[in-house]
T-cell receptor, first 114, second 110 residues
Framework: KAGVTQTPRYLIKTRGQQVTLSCSPI?????VSWYQQTPGQGLQFLFE???????NKGNFPGRFSGRQFSNSRSEMNVSTLELGDSALYLC?????????????FGPGTRLTVL | GESVGLHLPTLSVQEGDNSIINCAYS??????FIWYKQESGKGPQFIID?????DKRQGQRVTVLLNKTVKHLSLQIAATQPGDSAVYFC?????????FGSGTKLNVKP
């Protein structure tokens, strides 16, 4: 079974731009969670989608948004990029939502904001 | 427990020795725990999990121990190999989401 895939793997943007990241979960998984990983803060939860509905949200500004499609693929959007948004963005998929089931991570998208 | 901006502790072990990585979790309501391994430039990889109704679980070369009394989780790696070198972190589940520890860097010396 194929694992979680994320595209693109690397992105370089400038301040003020916006970016869209994509995540394809493991086949059959309906939950997709997004995380931001930085050296100083570790893994920070952004949001979780399950069956096209946002189930949970972390403490990030409204510039961070996401959505999930009927095939469970998910996208994350960051608008008006800031230097501090430079990070590894990880998505994880699981069968069930809400931390009830094992989350499997993708390789991440490395975003650099200049 | 919940991720904080901490200096990453490092554990150095000799190849072939056993490794023990510890994690203090934050919430007594946490009912599900996972250990992940993250190699440089890669996403976290699932190693082993345990639910709160258990205190020990074994996998291939790995054992997870859960002590709910002191809110402590440990990962034991038997016969540590150079390929085990990575950052290891624990995740706890409560309030409908996962919270991640900051991790421990395991350095295996040949």
């Amino acid at each position: 079974k194929a694992g979680v895939t994320q595209t693109p793997r690397y992105l370089i943007k400038t301040r003020g731009q916006q970016v869209t990241l994509s995540c394809s979960p493991i086949s059959g998984h309906r939950s997709v969670s997004w995380y931001q990983q930085t050296p100083g803060q570790g893994l920070q939860f952004l949001f979780e989608y399950f069956s096209e509905t946002q189930r949970n949200k972390g403490n990030f500004p409204g510039r961070f948004s996401g959505r999930q499609f009927s095939n469970s693929r998910s996208e994350m959007n960051v608008s008006t990029l800031e230097l501090g948004d430079s990070a590894l963005y990880l998505c994880a998929s699981s069968l069930e939502a809400g931390g009830a089931d094992t989350q499997y991570f993708g390789p991440g998208t490395r975003l650099t904001v200049l | 427990g919940e991720s904080v901006g901490l200096h990453l502790p490092t554990l150095s072990v000799q190849e072939g020795d056993n490794s023990i990585i510890n994690c203090a979790y934050s919430n007594s309501a946490s009912d599900y725990f996972i250990w992940y391994k993250q190699e440089s430039g890669k996403g976290p990889q699932f190693i082993i999990d345990i639910r709160s109704n258990m205190d020990k679980r074994q996998g291939q070369r790995v054992t997870v121990l859960l002590n709910k009394t002191v809110k402590h989780l440990s990962l034991q790696i038997a016969a540590t190999q150079p390929g085990d070198s990575a950052v290891y972190f624990c995740a706890e589940s409560h309030f409908n989401k996962f919270y991640f520890g900051s991790g421990t860097k395991l350095n295996v010396k040949p």
